[in-house]
């Protein structure tokens, strides 16, 4: 590809894995991914690990970049854009991964004529297994798209959505991970209930999780007949499905995504 400059407003733990599958895939190389980072140790950490070129000033930074991706706390965003805003150009593309903040926030500080992507990543994008959104603004191209969608992608896997939708997928996936460590730990849990040491019913726990969602991703198959799959009648797992459709677990999961959703709406309105 044609190398731009990035630079990251930010340069803590997602910022950090993006830089490194951006390395790491060879699609960027040092010279052309520059920071922001007002912390000095995690500064200095982004450019020993990365020998990248670390500023303690946005406004330092952002005139050598062709893509400023925004990787700071959500709070921190409207004083930064306020900061910066005289000096983005219309050709610069703006990257946002704070949660919880939509375009007509951005656009009513900044401006209604920059580029803008937002993207909601999760934290198994610091494995390599993220799963991240992405929407863009009116002034932004399906070139822009598909920019942010390759930058992306070397951290895990990509969808494209419309802004309306990114509450949801807060709430399935943004904050997904934590209801999945929940269901695996309580899972674990019910191991070492029955016996078995803590960190072997982990063990068995986790890796059942990642090689069951593998199994849905690699094959295609529907959730419903992979069950149908394993299940014997009158075996063991078809006992245990029954204390599931039993029990209020679809509401109680159905409850958890949708309480999530709506504060993620809830902090959009500000």
Known sequence: MEYKTICFIGAGKMASAIINGLLTSRTYDCEHIIAVEVNDTAAEAARQKFGIKVYSKAEDAIVNADIILIATKP????????????LIKEQQLIITIAAGLTFEKYESIIGYNKKIVRVMPNTPALVGCGMSALCKNNCATSCDLNTVRDIFSKIGKVITCEEKDMDAVTGVSGSGPAFYYY??????????ELGLDYNTALTLSAQTAFGASKMILETG???????????????????????????????????????TAEKSALMAKG
Do not use: C, M, W
């Not at 269901?183 to 070492?192: L, S, T, V, Y």
């Open 183 to 192: 269901i695996i730990n309580e899972i674990a849990k019910a191991g070492q």
């Open 75 to 86: 709070f921190v965003v409207p004083d930064l854009l306020l900061n910066i805003k005289n």
């Open 221 to 259: 198959s529907a959730p419903e007949d992979l069950i149908t799959a394993v299940t014997t009648p009158g075996g063991t797992t078809a006992e245990g499905n029954k204390v599931l459709s039993e029990s209020n677990i679809s509401n109680i999961l159905y409850e958890t995504v949708r309480k």
